[in-house]
């Protein structure tokens, strides 16, 4: 019977140990499904703000692109106003040359 039990507790160990390690595998795999889920957390952000960031770029290119005209339109508008001006001045001595 000695050997009878000693296989039953040999049997015992062993499956005490095949359930630890069962545990060991659970706990392995929900960290492993945990970092997965980190992961594509980080890959969704990231997409995110990719997006973000070129649509950004686009605002800051359109703004860059209005400021240029907004520039152009005042230079425009200093030409002329500088004409006027100048016509302004130059008007009096048209006066006398005419009269």
């Known amino acids: 019977m000695s050997a009878l039990a000693a296989s039953r507790m040999q049997l015992d160990r062993v499956k005490k140990e095949n359930e630890e390690k069962k545990r060991e595998l659970e706990a392995t795999v929900v960290r492993y499904a945990v970092s997965e889920q980190a992961v594509i957390k980080a890959k969704t952000e990231a997409q995110t703000n990719e997006k973000k960031m070129q649509e950004a ?3 800051v290119e359109n703004l860059q ?3 240029k005209h907004l520039a152009a339109d005042r230079a425009k508008c200093d030409k002329d106003f500088d ?4 016509v302004k001045r130059n008007f009096p001595r048209w006066i ?3 009269f």
């Open 57 to 59: 770029k686009k605002e």
């Open 65 to 67: 692109k209005r400021l």
């Open 83 to 86: 004409t006027k001006v100048g």
């Open 96 to 98: 006398f040359l005419i």
